[in-house]
Structure formats: structure tokens, C-alpha cells
């Protein structure tokens, strides 16, 4: 029996909702916002950066702002390997062709496509 992957996911947007609504194969831990205005979303906690729980398997970028979450990933120091971007920005393009091969399995594997 597959241990189910533990996720954050990063927006709480119209992205978000689109991925919910597809169905994801993890258990969501919660998600992050760059700046929090309500600690629950989905039943579930909301995080900013500097407050994301150690234990993860992964977190998805569901939002449109890559370029932005890149940065503050850098400036957070979170571990750029857990961090799939859904949606790539300027800066993630060249991220994305060097973690292609890994991303497209974690994204089959979680995300129900």
C-alpha cells in the first residue's frame, strides 16, 4: 500500500479551486498565501511562508504568480525540489525543463489527470 503524499498548496484562487475540483490523490495539510487573511480555507490551515509546517511531501503552486512564489520561496529558504509549479512564470521556466521528468510524475501521482 502507496503512503499517501502529504501537500501544501500555494493560492487559495481560482486555480486552487480548479485543482480541488480535478481531485487530488494526497492528503492536503493546508495551503499558503503570501499575506493571510483567514487561518482556515476548505477546513483546512492556512499558512504564510515563514510559518509552513516541516513535514511535507510537496507543495503545489496553484496560481499564476510562479515568478513571485519563486522568490519568496528563495527568500524563505524552502527546499526548491518539494515545489512543483503548476504555472509557469519567467523565472520557473528554466526550473521546470531541469525537474521536468520529476514534476510530470509527482503531478500524475498526486493530481487525478
Request: proline share 0%; hydrophobic share 35%; net charge neutral.
Given at each position: 500500500m502507496k503512503k499517501e503524499r502529504k501537500v501544501l498548496?500555494?493560492?487559495?484562487?481560482?486555480?486552487?479551486?480548479?485543482?480541488?475540483?480535478?481531485?487530488?490523490?494526497a492528503e492536503i495539510i493546508g495551503f499558503i498565501v503570501s499575506k493571510k487573511n483567514n487561518s482556515v480555507f476548505r477546513n483546512k490551515p492556512v499558512y504564510e511562508p515563514n510559518e509552513i509546517p516541516r513535514e511535507y511531501d510537496y507543495i503545489l503552486v496553484a496560481t499564476i504568480y510562479s515568478d513571485q512564489i519563486f522568490e519568496k520561496c528563495i527568500e524563505c529558504e524552502i527546499a526548491l525540489d518539494k515545489v512543483v509549479f503548476l504555472y509557469r512564470g519567467a523565472k520557473t521556466f528554466f526550473l521546470e525543463k531541469e525537474n521536468f521528468f520529476n514534476w510530470i510524475s509527482i503531478i500524475k501521482y498526486i493530481i487525478s489527470i
Open positions: 498548496i500555494w493560492g487559495i484562487g481560482n486555480k486552487t479551486e480548479e485543482l480541488l475540483k480535478n481531485g487530488i490523490n
